[in-house]
């Protein structure tokens, strides 16, 4: 009694699952490209992940809470490992919607691909386009970045302020006393009149010369 009902149900899966057929979907993997040395060998427990994943993805879409890893089937693999595959609605005896596939596929892809160590370049569904990695979570809060960058030019400009200021006030103080140097320099110069020298007259002290005093003068006191 085994042999016809298993023979009825390979009948079945052999006209639900095969290429072209309706709502069937083909996939092809690049494990040796993706892994190298690494690479593991595509045997019965790769496909059991498989169609486990395609199970996990369909009870993920709304009324297809009840799908089981039996309702995927698989069909014409090679070694090159690509295959066929549908999903099936048992009550019905037909293959679900290739819209509702897709759409679980879609909204799983990274899941598949991370079971099989696997991306969308190395785990193709043909049929179906490759979704874009969900953005990263940023280490670091962008305000925390803005902040820090206005922050710096805030100093950078606050320490040029106080360089310029300092700069001009050297600048300021270095003026009156290159004119007084000036009028020192000119206090200190000695005259030569008739082979004579003489010591200009000291407005500021209010001394004077001696070189325009008469002999009586110099010899009598005040």
Request: some cysteine; overall charge negative.
């Amino acid at each position: 009694m085994l042999w016809p009902l298993f023979f009825l149900v390979t009948t079945i899966h052999a006209e639900l699952c095969h290429p072209d057929a309706e709502n069937a979907f083909k996939v092809r993997l690049s494990i040796r490209t993706a892994l190298g040395d690494k690479a593991y060998v595509w045997d019965t427990d790769e496909e059991y992940l498989f169609r486990a994943m395609v199970a996990f993805s369909m009870r993920k879409v709304p009324n297809r809470e009840t799908t089981e890893i039996s309702h995927v089937l698989l069909c014409n693999v090679t070694q090159r490992v690509s295959f066929w595959f549908v999903v099936t609605d048992p009550s019905k005896n037909h293959t679900l919607p290739a819209a509702e596939v897709q759409s679980a596929i879609r909204m799983n892809r990274n899941r598949i691909n991370s079971a099989f160590f696997l991306d969308d370049n190395t785990l193709e569904f043909l049929k179906i386009p490759a979704t874009l990695a969900p953005p990263t979570d940023a280490s670091v809060p962008v305000w925390i970045i803005v902040f820090g960058v206005i922050f710096c030019i805030v100093v950078v400009a606050i320490t040029l302020l106080v360089l310029s200021g300092i700069r001009q006030r050297r600048r300021n103080n270095k003026g009156p006393l290159g004119v007084e140097d000036a009028e020192d320099k000119c206090e200190n110069i000695i005259t030569i009149e008739n082979g004579i020298p003489c010591d200009p007259l000291d407005t500021k002290g209010g001394h004077i010369n001696d070189g325009f005093l008469t002999e009586d003068e110099r010899l009598t006191p005040l």
